[in-house]
């Protein structure tokens, strides 16, 4: 322990020593056991050598012993800095403050993480907290690392903002000693990274990241003495991510893994756990083979004696070990191969080596353990059983077999071990990189590098040098990382500073690394063939020893040195050395395992290039030594020399080079570091043992930034918190609030400088603090100074106001006293004056009292003689009369009985005799009964009564039927009575052309008026005759539905019958589905495993090759060693040396050739060339086959695969096409529906796979059909297209032989290919007509054979099964259909074929002729400058416009036609559907047609009805506007204005002439019946214009809700016309619609506000205009009447509930978002009060690194008010209910106060009492926003409880008296939330205590003894949602009343 560790640098100058070390000063002093004590002098320090001291522990006295002024001991800190986040924060920054903050923080508020600086300590605490759950994660994500506790989260969230902002790649540092919890610590980060950081995307990528951590931890932890999970091997995962910041892959690597471990552990240790997991599963069935026993009854298990761990399962570790596996991809065979390995490793060490003679070795004959190793692995056992006791010793020219002796054999076997194990722990590493592997690039990366810390034991060995050795790069690091960090934080405030010294172990990394270090001269050592671990120690004494001081020599040993490390000095044991850097295997025994029957045994195995390789020196021999014998044998200093090769790099160099490496990975990117803290050796919960903390502490390298910080400018202020800390020591002229920093300077300069003469220790040297840019550096005690004039200054000033406030208590009291006597005289004077006053008045009373008393007592005694008198009269004559009355009563009792008894037995009598005649009558009443049910029983059997039962019946029937005849007599009359109406109409256009005759005489008009008033009165009888009919239908109704309900219970019957039918013919259909895919998928299968088989058969036999070749080689070996008589001989060397060539094709040349040719080589098609190049696929089987082709025809299956493979070519060269022409700027006016999309075809090809029945050879003729049609339809869009164009260029040639070349010239070929033959393409032609004819003849043959559409005929299974599924009539069909179709594109080729034969003739005819005539025979000078074409274009342009003539005309004939057409589809349609109607009512019973019959004529005359309903109307309007006319030509006549009402009718005449039709007139008195009217095809423009394009802005503007009125005013429409299809699409299309609106406008509040308020007064609507009774409360009669009458939408409400609630909480998630960032600012930092609260130092974790660079938003209390006001007012505006408005704030106070709460559970800072007065006067504005705004009754207030709790607690005081008002305080917050509020109360100021220990448990307990149901939950969940309601809220608007504006664009909508 060096001076630096005892003492702190103070900076005190000898004047000043004397302020500081004073009585009552409290100091640190050293102690053996518990390594620093706190103590308190008794007595100033002046220099003295001793000086008394009191420990603060037991109160002892002492005298401590100063040796040296300059090594004083350390101060301690003010009590208020004791327990910070940040141990940089303190003021003195020393090891034993260190040491204390941290046993404070662990044991007092269980905190086990503290920051220091850049560092994460973590202490582990050997028990499970409730503090890594996912609400945890959340809470740290997206928060600054100095804002929240310090936890491991942080540091993930600092790491990962860091990569996500600037994109910078991180590590993150886990180092510790074993049992420190370093594996834990990184499987949380990893943890952390998975939650933050996963993809939206199904990768799982994540969770294969976390499921490599139980395989890992299965092969490479293991249980030491200090950690019973302790990781034996270091580890550097990569976590990788794309742009988006979600993790797309990781990689691993491991670092040094301890083999030696596999075959020998120490006392109290394990294996590892992969090893006790397997012998844990023994009994499972799959693991029988492995014959494995128990732990201990395996030599390299049984060497601890402790197979077991507390609280561990093996067997379930290793069933998660499986489920990881599987996981990660790697194969059920690759896992059992896995554990057959490590099975054979454990059997391998039991097998037993014995001595043998001479120097030799052997092993048991019947070794039961070799034989299962070698089973195991697949090897020859006799081999191994040679080659495990001997060795081959390779020479310059011979080859010779050594015998091993015992040892050699033993250390020889443990060597293979180890090697198989490390080879297979490779293996499954590099299984897991390749899962972890993505194909997406990765951008960045987090690693986290899980690592061994500094190892110190008794016996340090080679495994201990390389973890120091590489902990010391480590260290080197983090020095350089913490020493720029601090000098950039001084550069940035741009402060003076000077070079901060630092350790620098860089010469401890050059004794080990450099050129002749420790490294290279062990790897020298190891080349020499009799190289050795003594001459490897003196070349290092000889090289180092004095001129390295990092190097010694121990003083009683030659094979041991020395070297200082950072953390401590480390004796190495040189034994041992040369061997596991070497870490060698005898070449045979890998010979043998490379020859294994098993893949994966040989593939371990298998030479490879390692880049690590160097070659050997030219001339100079490699060794391969054996495994050195343990101490005592002299076995391994004999060394071998083997044959020239390629050098293998040594264990030394291999960590070397990969330690580098990960130091460029770890300079390359941003390092955080954690270090990790064991606190007690005997792993007890909570414990802590200081000397072992602080040995970790120093070797962590946590007291090196101590140190540094210490050395530099330590504590830091920014002028704000420092001003608000320290104003108290500032005067008011020294305040100026505009410019803060010079207010700080003039605290630090004048008034402390102003003290000088006083207080010598002051702060004028300049050197003692900065000032920065932001914050003021002090050096290290200058905080604490700082604090003690403050307190000083308070204490001051508390005596003054004492001073005065005990003065005015002296006075006050004073006064009181010369108050009280005064009113005592006062009071005494008057109580005597009372008392004599008392006494006259008592003797006045006297006298008169005597005086009454006396004449009471002489009347008293004459009443009570006259009283007794009267009674002894009273008493005599009572006596007298009471004798009489009892002997009268006595004879009226006697005469009373008398009576009773006689009458009594005269009934009785009666009744007897009544009795017997009863049962007389009724037993001659039943027998005469039992023969008329007789009787009637045979009546009931016989027809005759069932006939007069059913008579009645028919005769209802029957007048029934007269009744419809009579109705329709009557609708028969009513017809014609139209046609008299339209006569009528006639006679009135008569009456109005007779006007002319009205200028005569006026007595016309008289009799036209009688003439209307006639019409009026039939109008009236008509409707009379109309409510006739009306009542008729009614009482037809009533006796329907009579009938009805008699029959309802056999329907009831009927039905359930049906119903039954009908599951039973599912489960049939189902099962039979099941059934075809079932052998589909066997054959499939089966044809895949035999191909998978047959290929594998064939790698087999390539590997099995190489096998062979290996064991023919240990064969000759072998034979060599059995006929050698001296035990070897000699052969030439070029006889053994055997290559080993690794077969790596698995298949023959041909396979390969045809797995390298593209998709589209492979397979073309049945019979083509590439199918017939093509090597065969593997046969199948006879068994496969048979059930494969057992009902199929597959010929037939593969011609119609081609020929949609041709038509697929076809369509692709249509489709080239038509891009081609859109391509050339043409529009495109085809339906695209036409087009098959791939797609489509593609899912028919995959049918056409698996197809496996006749009835796919059926669809895939439709399908062939359908292709044809779409391809006809893509030739006549290209055709239209083609003429369009024409007809814009003004030329056109209609020809073939044009448009054959003119499509030419479109795809580009005129040009650049050569001329086309004609010849060739009419063969072509030809020959796929004759083939369609084939497959055509051969389909019918086929389709012959299988089914038999005759009835008799017989079938074959497929047909059967064909038959079975369907109809004859309808496969009858469909088989016409296709063959109909196949015939007529039959037909088309055909004529194509000869339309081209002809073109060819006359061309070739015309051509030649031409040049034979005027060119002399040559033909090629016909058309040299292509004059025949220009005068074929001149001709033809000629004829141009009679073609667009003919054309224009035949298209609008095909219109006509189509019309004609579409209205004979719809006649033949309605005829159907009546056709079906009367089919049905054919087949129904009797019942059931008068049923039909019924309904039938109900809607026929409901629709006449509604049809004369307008006709009236429109008459009435007709004969409304006659009455008009009328009223006003008869005033006009009355007047004498003839010659105008003769100019008004020739102008009626003249309009009449010249219009067809006559305007309508709008009436403005007209009555709606509030619906809206739309056409099915404008559906979609108005969920458009309606639901997505109607903006916040427009709605705002108009009636609230008016949307979904318009929406439910076109239901009622819809109902009103019952159509229950087109409201089923409506209703669909408005969910989907406003879903689809939120969904894309999640982000604007306004339009998601709007929609709900819409959904909810839809859903209300739909509930008011019901039709129930619930919600016609409170309608008004007109209401009522819109009510629906056909549909019942209940289902439908319950949909738009279920949307509702959807969209009030995407509208909930979006406003959370908004306020999350400003809950924590308004609630908890922003302070209101000014100057109640007083910061502390945060440290260096009080800056965010990540947001340092970043302008943050000022976030406060305002903020979020205005944030809520928009809200309230946005819901407002769209009248969105009262009651959903306070369920929406109830639900946003519920997510500030459990944020807030959250918040201050995780932070420090805020745990003091001024911050709970702030937090308390906070949540008072946002309750009484609640009372403004009238939302106090929603529960929003109550959702504060907690959050306001916590703030009372925060307040209240912490005595054992106030136990339980602060349990009944706090009655909202759990148990654990309550203690850790109070664990985090820290006071701001000395004058506050911290809240005792004893008074937590008492909390703890009283709470356990009232709450029954104990919560341990700390973190509230903020996600929780309150149910959501929507109270019924009906409107009063009326629909009729309700007008479309035209800002909607609805001008489609008819208002009805």
């Known amino acids: 322990m060096t001076s630096a560790d005892l003492y702190v640098q103070t900076f005190l100058k000898e004047s000043e020593i004397g302020q500081v070390y004073v009585k009552g000063a409290r100091i640190w002093v050293p102690d053996a056991e518990n390594v620093w004590l706190g103590a308190e002098l008794l007595e100033n320090y002046t220099g003295q050598k001793k000086i008394k001291i009191q420990l603060e522990d037991n109160g002892e006295e002492r005298e401590f012993e100063i040796k040296d002024k300059k090594r004083l001991p350390h101060l301690r800190n003010p009590e208020i800095l004791i ?16 040491l204390y903050n941290l046993k404070v923080r662990f044991l007092e508020s269980n905190c086990i993480y503290t920051y220091c600086g850049i560092v994460l300590v973590a202490i582990n605490p050997y028990e499970q907290l409730p503090i890594y759950g996912n609400e945890l994660i959340q809470m740290y994500s997206g928060q600054d690392m100095g804002t929240m506790d310090p936890h491991i989260f942080a540091v993930a969230e600092e790491a990962f903002k860091l990569m996500s902002r600037f994109d910078k790649n991180q590590s993150i540092i886990v180092s510790g000693e074993s049992g420190a919890g370093k594996t834990v610590s990184a499987k949380y980060a990893m943890r952390y990274f998975a939650m933050v950081g996963g993809s939206q995307k199904e990768t799982q990528v994540e969770q294969k990241v976390l499921a490599s951590n139980p395989i890992m931890e299965a092969i490479g932890n293991a249980k030491t003495t200090r950690n019973d999970n302790s990781s034996r091997f270091g580890k550097y995962i990569e976590i990788s991510f794309n742009k988006n910041n979600e993790i797309i892959g990781a990689h691993m690597r491991t670092y040094l893994l301890e083999k030696s471990r596999v075959v020998y552990q120490a006392a109290e240790e394990r294996n590892y756990h992969i090893f006790y997991q397997l012998c844990a599963s023994k009994d499972l069935p799959e693991f029988k083979k492995y014959c494995l026993l128990s732990p201990d009854d395996f030599y390299y298990t049984s060497h601890g004696q402790a197979p077991e761990i507390d609280g561990v399962d093996d067997g379930e570790d290793l069933v998660s070990v499986r489920e990881a596996f599987t996981m990660l991809g790697i194969s059920e065979k690759d896992q059992m191969m896995i554990f057959q390995i490590q099975s054979a490793v454990l059997h391998f060490g039991n097998v037993k080596i014995r001595e043998a003679d001479g120097e030799s070795s052997e092993i048991k004959k019947d070794d039961k353990h070799l034989t299962i190793m070698c089973k195991l692995l697949g090897i020859e056992e006799s081999q191994m059983r040679m080659w495990l006791c001997n060795k081959k010793i390779v020479t310059v020219g011979e080859v010779l077999t050594k015998p091993l002796t015992l040892t050699q054999a033993s250390f020889a076997q443990d060597a293979l071990a180890k090697h198989i194990y490390a080879q297979i722990f490779d293996w499954i590493v590099e299984k897991i990189n390749k899962a972890l592997q993505s194909g997406a690039k990765s951008t960045k990366f987090i690693g986290v590098l899980d690592i061994y810390g500094f190892e110190t034991f008794e016996i340090n060995s080679f495994e201990q040098f390389c973890i120091n050795y590489a902990n010391e790069k480590l260290q080197q690091i983090f020095n350089m990382h913490v020493f720029k960090l601090e000098q950039e934080e001084y550069v940035r405030e741009a402060i003076e500073w000077s070079f901060i010294d630092f350790y620098d172990n860089q010469p401890c990394i050059d004794l080990i690394e450099s050129k002749l270090g420790i490294l290279d001269l062990l790897d020298e050592e190891c080349k020499m063939p009799k190289g050795s671990d003594e001459n490897w120690c003196q070349k290092l004494y000889d090289k180092h020893l004095g001129k390295a001081k990092h190097f010694e020599k121990p003083r009683m040993s030659r094979s041991a040195f020395i070297i200082n490390h950072f953390a401590d000095r480390v004796e190495y044991q040189a034994d ?5 850097n070497r870490d060698t295997v005898l070449e045979e025994n890998i010979n043998i395992l490379r020859a294994s029957e098993f893949e994966l045994v040989a593939e371990l195995f298998e030479e490879k290039v390692d880049p690590n390789e160097k070659k050997s020196r030219a001339g100079s021999a490699t060794t391969h030594p054996l495994r050195q014998a343990p101490k005592g044998g002299r076995g391994s200093n004999k060394k071998t020399v083997g044959s020239q090769q390629v050098q293998k790099a040594t264990v030394g160099d291999q960590f070397r080079e990969s330690l580098h490496k990960l130091m460029e990975t770890l300079n390359a990117t941003t390092p955080h570091y954690i270090r990790c803290i064991k606190p007690n050796d005997t792993k007890e919960a909570f414990i802590f043992e200081p000397k072992r903390a602080v040995e970790q502490l120093r070797a962590c390298g946590v007291l090196e930034t101590i140190r540094i910080s210490a050395a530099g400018y330590p504590s830091r202020w920014t002028y704000p918190e420092f001003f608000q800390r320290y104003r108290v020591l500032a005067g008011s002229k020294d305040i100026n609030r505009s410019d803060q920093r010079k207010t700080c300077e003039n605290v630090l300069t004048k008034v402390i400088q102003g003290n000088v003469k006083k207080t010598p220790r002051g702060l004028e040297d300049p050197d003692k603090y900065r000032f920065g840019k932001t914050k003021i550096f002090f050096r290290a005690g200058q905080v604490a100074y700082l604090e003690k004039l403050r307190s000083d200054k308070l204490k001051a000033c508390g005596i003054m106001i004492q001073k005065h406030v005990k003065g005015w208590l002296a006075r006050r009291r004073y006064q009181r006293i010369i108050k009280s006597i005064t009113l005592l005289q006062k009071y005494g004077r008057g109580l005597l004056a009372r008392r004599h006053a008392k006494f006259l008045r008592e003797t006045f ?60 037995l005269a009934r009785k009598r009666y009744k007897r005799v009544m009795r017997g005649i009863v049962l007389l009558q009724s037993h001659f009443r039943r027998r005469r009964a039992k023969k008329e049910l007789k009787q009637l029983k045979i009546e009931a059997k016989s027809v005759e009564h069932i006939k007069n039962v059913n008579k009645g019946l028919e005769n209802k029937i029957i007048q029934l039927q007269q009744k419809l005849d009579a109705k329709n007599k009557e609708g028969m009359t009513i017809k014609e009575q139209e046609v008299y109406i339209k006569q009528l109409k006639t006679e009135m256009e008569k009456l109005r052309s007779s006007s002319e005759e009205a200028k005569k ?20 009888k008509e409707r009379e005759e109309k409510q006739v009919l009306i009542s008729e239908k009614e009482e037809l109704v009533k006796e329907h539905t009579q009938v009805l309900s008699k029959m309802a219970e056999e329907k009831c019957k009927l039905k359930e019958e049906l119903e039954e039918a009908n599951l039973k013919l599912q489960q049939q259909e189902t099962s039979t589905d099941d059934v075809l895919k079932r052998k589909l998928e066997e054959a499939t299968q089966q044809l895949q495993a035999e191909f998978d088989s047959e290929r594998g058969h064939h790698q087999r036999l390539v590997k099995e090759h190489a096998r062979l070749q290996q064991r023919f080689e240990n064969l000759q070996s072998e034979m060599q060693m059995v006929t050698s008589p001296h035990g070897h001989k000699r052969t030439p060397s070029d006889i053994s040396a055997i290559s080993l060539e690794s077969y790596t094709s698995s298949a023959s040349p041909d396979e390969v050739k045809y797995e390298e040719e593209g998709p589209e080589d492979k397979d073309q098609g049945y019979g083509t060339k590439k199918k017939k190049k093509a090597p065969a696929p593997p046969v199948p089987t006879a068994s496969a086959m048979e059930k494969e082709m057992k009902d199929v025809d597959v010929g037939l299956i593969l011609r119609l695969q081609n020929k949609m493979k041709e038509i697929e070519q076809q369509k692709t060269k249509l489709e080239e096409r038509l891009r081609q022409y859109e391509d050339e700027g043409h529009p495109q006016t085809g339906n695209s529906d036409a087009v098959i999309s791939n797609s489509a075809f593609d899912a028919l090809k995959q049918q056409l796979v698996n197809a496996d029945d006749v009835q796919l050879v059926i669809k895939l003729q439709k399908r062939v059909a359908e292709l044809e049609m779409t391809k006809s339809k893509l030739a006549d869009e290209l055709d239209e297209r083609d003429d369009e164009d024409e007809e814009k260029s003004g030329f056109k040639i209609t020809t073939p032989e044009y448009a054959y070349n003119n499509l030419k010239r479109m795809n580009g070929h005129v040009d650049k290919e050569p001329p086309y033959d004609n010849k060739e393409e009419m063969q072509e032609l030809q020959n796929e007509n004759d083939k369609l004819k084939r497959e055509v003849n051969k389909l019918m043959k086929s389709i012959s054979e299988n089914v038999s559409f005759e009835k008799g005929g017989t079938n074959s299974p497929a047909g059967k099964e064909f038959m079975d599924a369907k109809k004859i009539e309808d496969q009858v069909k469909v088989f016409r259909d296709q063959f109909t179709a196949m015939a007529d594109e039959l037909d088309r080729r055909r004529e194509e074929c000869l339309q081209l034969r002809a073109m060819l003739a006359e061309k070739s005819i015309t051509t030649h002729a031409i040049a034979k005539e005027s060119y002399g025979g040559n033909d090629d000078l016909v058309n040299e400058d292509n004059e025949l074409a220009l005068a074929y274009r001149t001709q033809k342009e000629l004829n141009r416009l009679l073609e667009n003539q003919l054309q224009k005309t035949e298209k609008d004939i095909k219109k006509k036609e189509e019309k004609l057409k579409r209205e004979i589809k719809e006649l033949k349609t309605e005829n159907e559907a009546a056709q079906k109607i009367i089919n049905q009512n054919l087949q129904l019973g009797p019942e059931a047609k008068i049923e039909a019959t019924m309904q039938h004529e109900i809607t026929r005359l409901t629709s006449e009805n509604l049809d004369l309903r307008e006709k009236a109307d429109k008459q009435a309007d007709q004969i409304r506007k006659m009455k008009k006319m009328l009223k006003v030509y008869a005033k006009k006549l009355k007047d004498g204005d003839v010659a105008e009402i003769e100019a008004e009718l020739e102008k009626d005449d003249k309009q009449k002439k010249t219009e067809d039709n006559v305007a309508t007139v709008k009436h403005l008195d007209r009555t709606y019946m509030g619906m809206l009217e739309y056409k099915k095809e404008d559906e979609g423009r108005l969920i458009k214009c309606l639901i997505m394009d109607l903006k916040p802005k427009v709605a705002q503007g108009l009636l609230p809700g008016l949307p979904a009125y318009i929406l439910f005013m076109c239901v009622r429409h819809t109902d009103y016309i019952n159509d229950d299809e087109k409201v089923r699409t409506l209703l669909t299309n408005t969910i989907n619609g406003i879903k689809k609106c939120v969904k894309k406008h999640n982000k604007e509040l306004e339009r998601v506000i709007l929609w709900l308020a819409n959904t909810c007064r839809l859903l209300h609507t739909l509930k008011q205009y019901s039709g129930e009774k619930t919600f016609q409360s409170e309608n008004t009669s007109r209401q009522n009447e819109h009510c629906l009458r056909n549909f019942d939408l209940s289902e439908y409400r319950q949909v738009f509930s279920d949307l509702a609630v959807w969209i009030f909480q995407t509208m909930i998630k979006y406003m959370e978002e908004v306020i999350q960032p400003m809950v924590v600012p308004a609630v908890l930092e922003h302070e209101a009060i000014a100057g109640l609260s007083a910061s502390k130092p945060s440290g260096m974790r009080g800056r965010s690194s990540s947001t340092q660079d970043e302008d943050v938003r000022e976030l406060s209390l305002d903020t979020l008010m205005k944030s809520l006001n928009k809200y309230n007012q946005v819901l407002s505006q769209h009248a969105v209910d009262p009651e959903l408005v306070k369920q929406v704030f109830r639900q946003l106070y519920y997510y500030i106060g459990s944020n807030a709460l959250n918040n201050l559970l995780l932070r420090k800072d805020m745990c003091n009492w001024s911050k709970g007065m702030q937090i308390r006067y906070n949540l008072s504005h946002l309750e009484q926003w609640l009372r403004d705004n009238k939302l106090n009754e929603s529960g929003a207030q109550s959702t504060l409880e907690p959050i306001t709790q916590a703030s009372q607690l925060l307040q209240a005081r912490k005595s054992e008296a106030d136990v339980d008002s602060i349990c009944e305080m706090c009655s909202k917050l759990t148990t654990a939330q309550i203690v850790k509020i109070l664990n985090l109360y820290t006071p701001v100021d ?10 937590i448990r008492k909390i703890q307990e009283r709470l356990k003894s009232t709450k029954k149901e104990e919560d341990n939950t700390l973190l509230i969940d903020t996600k929780y949602s309150f149910p959501v309601t929507f109270p019924f809220n009906p409107s009063s608007l009326t629909l009729d009343s309700i007008d479309v504006p035209e800002a909607l664009h609805l001008d489609f909508l008819t208002r009805v």
């Open 576 to 580: 041992g050395f040369l061997e596991k």
């Open 845 to 904: 009373a006297a006298t008169r009292i005597q005086k009454h008393w006396k004449g009471y007592k002489a009347r008293s005694h004459y009443i009570k003689v006259r009283k007794a008198t009267v009674i002894i009269q009273s008493a005599i004559r009572g006596f007298f009369g009471r004798i009489l009355f009892k002997k009268e009563l006595h004879e009226h009792r006697a005469i009373t009985i008398q009576k009773l008894v006689r009458s009594w």
């Open 1001 to 1020: 005489s006026s007595n016309k008009i008289t009799d036209l008026i009688q003439q209307i008033k006639d019409l009026q009165e039939e109008l009236s």
């Open 83 to 98: 327990g910070e986040n940040d141990l940089t924060s303190l003021s003195y920054l020393n090891e034993p403050e260190v």
């Open 1886 to 1895: 000395e004058f506050e205590e911290r809240v005792p220990i004893s008074f």
